[in-house]
Nanobody, 123 residues
Framework: LKVVESGGGLVQPGGSVKLSCVGIDFSFSSLHGGWFRQAPGKAREGISCVSRDGGVSKYEKSVKGRFTISKDDANNAIYLEMNNLKPEDTATYYC?????????????????WGPGTQVTVSS
């Protein structure tokens, strides 16, 4: 289940960025989509997921209210709009396809990871 992420970059604190993820060899209309991140020296963590029909979305506590996940079946893509960014949001961001979208992101335990996209929040 290959994906390709894009959209990262250097952003000032309080700024915004929108990440994109395209599914290469599967359909996001058949699988749930998730966003994860890994900061240097830390484990990868789940931050958001959306159900395959787009009706359910989940967020990790630290990003709730600032990040919004969405999907576009026509382009076989999911997105993560990130607002009011903080330095602690600095990480490599990954997307993945999973078997379910749940608050602990366990449906992505066997996910195949793409190359990721770097987001750096700094002035």
């Amino acid at each position: 289940l290959k994906v390709v992420e894009s959209g990262g970059g250097l952003v000032q604190p309080g700024g915004s960025v929108k990440l994109s993820c395209v599914g290469i060899d599967f359909s996001f209309s058949s699988l749930h989509g998730g966003w994860f991140r890994q900061a240097p020296g830390k484990a990868r963590e789940g931050i958001s997921c959306v159900s395959r029909d787009g009706g359910v979305s989940k967020y990790e506590k630290s990003v709730k209210g600032r990040f919004t996940i969405s999907k576009d079946d026509a382009n076989n893509a999911i997105y993560l709009e990130m607002n009011n960014l903080k330095p602690e949001d600095t990480a490599t961001y990954y997307c993945a396809a999973g078997s379910r979208c749940d608050p602990r992101f366990t449906g992505f335990d066997n996910a195949e990871w793409g190359p990721g996209t770097q987001v750096t929040v700094s002035s």
